[in-house]
């Protein structure tokens, strides 16, 4: 089998404060922006590799969810339980700088984990946890 990773999602609450954190501050480049107000889809991905992309959907769209769904859906993500991703970088302590300066919700400094990776931890504006490992 080939197969890839090509599009994770996650969930926005508000797109224009979504789209400026992984626009501006993470660097990442808008593939894809449809629907309008808070039914935006924005498609985002790192410059360079087009072949791998985060969507930025409403949450809880699908005419299946219930309400009790939607609820439980939007108690999470105010919380910030409700989506996360894990990101690399060659420099942690650089990238971190970068996006402290943008004002993201710092979770966790730059740390040597016990398992042997080196990571750092922020909320983005959707309260997702956006993790950041160091490759080495």
Known sequence: MDITIHTSSLPHVDPDESLAFYRDVLGFE??????????????????????????????????????????????MMAKGTYGWILLATRDLDGTFERVQAGDAEVVQEPTEQPYGIRDCAFRDPAGNLVRIQELR
């Open 30 to 75: 808008v593939r894809n922006d449809v629907g309008q107000g808070k039914m935006r889809w924005i498609t985002v991905g790192p410059v360079g590799q087009p072949d791998t992309s985060i969507l930025l959907a409403p949450p809880a769209t699908d005419p299946g969810i219930t309400e009790d769904e939607r609820r439980t859906i939007a108690e």
